[in-house]
């Protein structure tokens, strides 16, 4: 039976939910994010080794750290702009191929200058790949499960950083710190070959842009086959275009305050995060924990972020943003208690996956609210941008972690300051919450014009 009038993209994606499209967005989605996270974190498991071999202070290797994460910010403020421009399909794959490519001539690196410019590029096309994920995801989920949708998305990023270590355990001492980015460069090569065949551009995308009407024809028919279809049926959206700069309209229509704040809150979180996991196991190795379970140690506390990650995403839908600032709160005594056990192995690790529980955890929930409260024209951009400005802190974080490390500081004293931007982050996004009660209750819907 042909489709009698137009039908609104809402009801095409809140309806049946058995079309093959759905489950192909989630399983390529997932597996870009399990590559992005292990490329994420490659060079924190290879930093003992390189300094090791080039016979450099490991204080120098701050930049280093920092050096993907300019490029991620780069990216996710350029890139994210011609995602809400050109579509989000065709953005994440260039992105995948240009971070596949640098990550691959990484091991061609030999000195830090020249390691650290591969970095930001292959940053570069990491931060323009993460928003058009998110915002193609956000944009085929029912309202009801887009804070579980984003979230899942960060357990294969999580997983991706989790894997690497135990990788990186097993392939440095075999065959040395560049097999783990030869295996971070390939990957992603494949499966944006992969994504390019099988995954389609966003139906809310293609309403709201008014681009390809044909296109937009052709895959809402193979979403749902049950409503007869044709390129001669209409579409109708409750969201509106807007015109002009994507970035402009994160500040329009009242959201400056709510953007602002949502910045500040991923610097904060992004600080302490990246602090942890770029110096954990080199910071765990110095206290006398062999290198092997030291990266293993690493490799926990990405463990525990992809727990976390699977709990947030519960939280927010069930009980709304708000819960997600006790999330970072709860963080902040399980980062110093690492400081008090780093001679008692057992307590050690089910600290350091605690904490990755809860860190790692509410950072899912805050990347999941960027995909949530900007509306369609504007998702990919809101996303980038507060992933892009994140990473200012995920940049000060590694840097600022070296310089503590130089000054010699005590455990205790060490993890004490890493403790500090997560309750800062809680009282931020409750602020956050405060200036957006949609966004605090439970069953956000995404935000719409």
């Given at each position: 039976?042909?489709?009698?009038?137009?039908?609104?993209?809402?009801?095409?994606?809140?309806?049946?939910?058995?079309?093959?499209?759905?489950?192909?967005?989630?399983?390529?989605?997932?597996?870009?994010?399990?590559?992005?996270?292990?490329?994420?974190?490659?060079?924190?498991?290879?930093?003992?080794?390189?300094?090791?071999?080039?016979?450099?202070?490991?204080?120098?290797?701050?930049?280093?750290?920092?050096?993907?994460?300019?490029?991620?910010?780069?990216?996710?403020?350029?890139?994210?702009?011609?995602?809400?421009?050109?579509?989000?399909?065709?953005?994440?794959?260039?992105?995948?191929?240009?971070?596949?490519?640098?990550?691959?001539?990484?091991?061609?690196?030999?000195?830090?200058?020249?390691?650290?410019?591969?970095?930001?590029?292959?940053?570069?096309?990491?931060?323009?790949?993460?928003?058009?994920?998110?915002?193609?995801?956000?944009?085929?989920?029912?309202?009801?499960?887009?804070?579980?949708?984003?979230?899942?998305?960060?357990?294969?990023?999580?997983?991706?950083?989790?894997?690497?270590?135990?990788?990186?355990?097993?392939?440095?001492?075999?065959?040395?710190?560049?097999?783990?980015?030869?295996?971070?460069?390939?990957?992603?090569?494949?499966?944006?070959?992969?994504?390019?065949?099988?995954?389609?551009?966003?139906?809310?995308?293609?309403?709201?842009?008014?681009?390809?009407?044909?296109?937009?024809?052709?895959?809402?028919?193979?979403?749902?086959?049950?409503?007869?279809?044709?390129?001669?049926?209409?579409?109708?959206?409750?969201?509106?275009?807007?015109?002009?700069?994507?970035?402009?309209?994160?500040?329009?229509?009242?959201?400056?305050?709510?953007?602002?704040?949502?910045?500040?809150?991923?610097?904060?979180?992004?600080?302490?995060?990246?602090?942890?996991?770029?110096?954990?196991?080199?910071?765990?190795?110095?206290?006398?924990?062999?290198?092997?379970?030291?990266?293993?140690?690493?490799?926990?506390?990405?463990?525990?972020?992809?727990?976390?990650?699977?709990?947030?995403?519960?939280?927010?839908?069930?009980?709304?943003?708000?819960?997600?600032?006790?999330?970072?709160?709860?963080?902040?005594?399980?980062?110093?208690?690492?400081?008090?056990?780093?001679?008692?192995?057992?307590?050690?690790?089910?600290?350091?996956?605690?904490?990755?529980?809860?860190?790692?955890?509410?950072?899912?929930?805050?990347?999941?609210?960027?995909?949530?409260?900007?509306p369609t024209y504007a998702r990919s951009t809101g996303a980038g941008w507060a992933l892009g400005v994140?990473?200012?802190?995920?940049?000060?974080?590694?840097?600022?972690?070296?310089?503590?490390?130089?000054?010699?500081?005590?455990?205790?004293?060490?993890?004490?300051?890493?403790?500090?931007?997560?309750?800062?982050?809680?009282?931020?996004?409750?602020?956050?919450?405060?200036?957006?009660?949609?966004?605090?209750?439970?069953?956000?819907?995404?935000?719409?014009?």
């Amino acid at each position: 039976m042909s489709a009698s009038g137009p039908i609104d993209i809402g009801r095409l994606l809140e309806g049946d939910r058995s079309s093959p499209i759905f489950t192909q967005i989630v399983v390529w989605s997932l597996a870009l994010m399990f590559v992005e996270g292990y490329d994420m974190q490659t060079m924190a498991y290879a930093a003992p080794a390189i300094i090791r071999d080039w016979h450099v202070n490991k204080e120098l290797f701050g930049p280093v750290f920092s050096a993907s994460l300019v490029g991620y910010l780069i990216g996710a403020l350029v890139v994210s702009n011609i995602s809400d421009r050109i579509g989000r399909k065709s953005t994440l794959i260039g992105g995948a191929l240009i971070f596949g490519l640098f990550t691959l001539a990484t091991p061609l690196a030999t000195d830090l200058t020249t390691l650290m410019a591969l970095r930001v590029l292959a940053g570069i096309g990491l931060g323009g790949t993460v928003p058009s994920i998110i915002a193609l995801n956000a944009e085929y989920v029912p309202e009801r499960a887009r804070g579980t949708r984003i979230t899942l998305l960060y357990i294969g990023y999580t997983a991706g950083t989790a894997c690497g270590g135990f990788i990186a355990s097993y392939t440095i001492p075999h065959w040395g710190w560049g097999s783990v980015f030869v295996i971070g460069g390939i990957l992603p090569l494949v499966l944006a070959a992969g994504a390019a065949w099988q995954m389609p551009e966003s139906v809310r995308f293609l309403a709201v842009s008014g681009r390809a009407p044909a296109r937009l024809s052709a895959i809402a028919a193979r979403l749902r086959p049950d409503l007869g279809i044709t390129p001669a049926t209409r579409f109708t959206t409750t969201e509106g275009a807007a015109r002009g700069v994507p970035v402009r309209h994160l500040f329009a229509g009242g959201r400056a305050i709510m953007t602002t704040l949502l910045w500040i809150t991923f610097i904060l979180s992004l600080v302490g995060h990246y602090f942890l996991m770029s110096w954990l196991p080199t910071v765990l190795e110095a206290g006398g924990l062999p290198l092997q379970d030291a990266v293993i140690a690493g490799a926990l506390f990405m463990t525990g972020g992809m727990v976390g990650t699977i709990l947030t995403g519960v939280v927010l839908d069930r009980w709304g943003g708000s819960a997600v600032a006790l999330i970072f709160i709860a963080a902040t005594p399980l980062i110093i208690a690492i400081g008090f056990a780093q001679h008692a192995e057992t307590l050690l690790m089910i600290l350091v996956f605690l904490a990755g529980v809860t860190l790692i955890g509410g950072q899912g929930g805050l990347n999941a609210l960027s995909g949530i409260l900007y509306p369609t024209y504007a998702r990919s951009t809101g996303a980038g941008w507060a992933l892009g400005v994140g990473r200012i802190g995920s940049i000060f974080g590694p840097v600022v972690g070296g310089l503590m490390i130089g000054a010699h500081l005590s455990p205790v004293a060490l993890f004490t300051w890493a403790s500090i931007p997560a309750v800062l982050c809680g009282f931020t996004l409750w602020l956050v919450m405060r200036t957006n009660p949609e966004a605090a209750a439970p069953g956000m819907p995404v935000a719409a014009e």
